[in-house]
């Protein structure tokens, strides 16, 4: 499917071909950091397919709760999350495309859920949790 989405101010663009099937939810504990959240959602985009305007800012993890280096993407402007990859040259490029700035982010339903030994536990009983449709 074809996705494409903008930060929050505009000033980073990406366009892709992703799997909406693929769609997958972390909650490890790196995720949950860089979100400020319980998780992150996220898309696999193959590098051949991943297009972005706008020069992000880049932070290297030098060992993920993977064990493996990850290099986050973010807007410089408002510090909107972009991406992820793994570095290197000669790596065939993949980025983990943060389904929160995707306009298409309502398609994408999470079909896995990965790190979940490091999920809150209350992530389960957001169900139970009252709902107001806006802030009062």
């Avoid at 074809?2 to 071909?17: L, R, S, T, Y």
């Avoid at 932070?59 to 408002?78: E, H, I, N, V």
């Avoid at 030994?117 to 009983?125: D, G, L, P, Q």
Wanted: hydrophobic share 30%; charged share 20%; aromatic share 8%.
């Amino acid at each position: 499917m074809k996705i494409d989405g903008v930060c929050h101010c505009g000033f980073i663009k990406v366009e892709g071909e992703a799997d909406p099937g693929k769609t997958q939810i972390c909650h490890c504990t790196d995720c949950q950091t860089g979100t400020g959240s319980a998780f992150r959602v996220s898309i696999p985009v193959p590098g051949a397919a991943f297009k972005m305007t706008g020069q992000p800012s880049l932070y290297l993890k030098t060992t993920a709760d993977s064990g493996k280096p990850r290099l986050q993407a973010f807007c410089p402007k408002c510090g909107s999350p972009i991406y992820s990859t793994t570095p290197g040259d000669g790596v065939q490029p993949s980025y983990t495309v943060r389904v929160g700035i995707l306009r298409q982010r309502d398609q994408l339903i999470p079909r896995r859920q990965n790190w979940f030994r490091s999920a809150r536990s209350w992530v389960t009983e957001l169900a139970s949790v009252p709902k107001i449709e806006k802030q009062a």
